[in-house]
């Protein structure tokens, strides 16, 4: 009888272990081509950049990274260093709607007259105000230099470059994203797999015991039989 209750614990705990695994957060990300077309104060440029948006646990949300491939627009004149300063725009989809806005540092050497202009990786937090699977797309870029401003907006409908399994935090901040928060349960959004075997380490634990406390009647009450 004692080895089939062990036998029945030890399946208990797998079968859980396996539900846990399945039901942890999933993550997708792509690099997307994104064609711009731009507005620049000397007349319309267009470019297609692969973006890639990546998406890491930070706090009570999430840090976003977008990335350009290529550069995009150009300046009749040299800009030197510094003179450069980008932000762009990720529209949110899914389970969740709104915008995100990232930022980035000015350019760190000196853009040639004439040249793709390379935007330095933007980030910004995001911080989810629903559950379920968010995507994450690109959307539009503002270049800010020599007092004047050049906006591309994509024109080829792209693909969201990140999906993003999450859980609501109350207290967020709108979809802009600045604010901060937990969910429900008092737990910060799960995405990783760090995340699971945490959960699967838990459940663990507790399996542990119970079959410690099982073994433990089982023993108490054969002694009481042989009495």
Excluded at 145 to 154: I, N, R
Aim: hydrophobic share 35%; with cysteine.
């Amino acid at each position: 009888m004692y080895s089939k209750r062990t036998a029945a614990l030890a399946s208990a705990a797998a079968l859980a272990g396996s539900v846990v695994l399945l039901a942890a957060p999933v993550a997708h990300a792509e690099v997307v081509d994104v064609n711009y077309q731009c507005k620049t104060p000397i007349g319309a440029k267009s470019a297609v950049s692969p973006i890639d948006i990546k998406g890491v646990k930070s706090g009570s949300g999430y840090k976003l990274t977008m990335s350009w491939q290529k550069g995009v627009s150009s300046s009749p004149v040299e800009l030197g260093k510094g003179a450069m300063s980008p932000s762009a725009t990720v529209k949110l989809g899914g389970a969740d709607s709104g915008t995100v806005t990232v930022t980035g540092p000015a350019n760190q050497a000196a853009i040639p007259a004439n040249t793709p202009i390379k935007i330095n990786d933007l980030s910004g937090t995001y911080t989810p105000e629903k559950t379920g699977k968010v995507t994450f797309t690109a959307a539009v870029l503002t270049i800010k230099a020599l007092g004047t401003t050049t906006t591309c907006t994509p024109t080829n409908n792209p693909k969201p470059s990140l999906t993003l399994d999450v859980t609501a935090a109350s207290g967020g901040s709108s979809p802009t994203q600045s604010g901060s928060g937990t969910d429900s349960g008092g737990q910060l959004p799960r995405t990783g797999p760090e995340d699971s075997l945490t959960a699967l380490g838990t459940l663990g634990g507790t399996v542990l015991l119970t079959g410690a406390a099982g073994s433990l009647w089982l023993t108490r009450r054969n002694q009481a039989l042989r009495r």
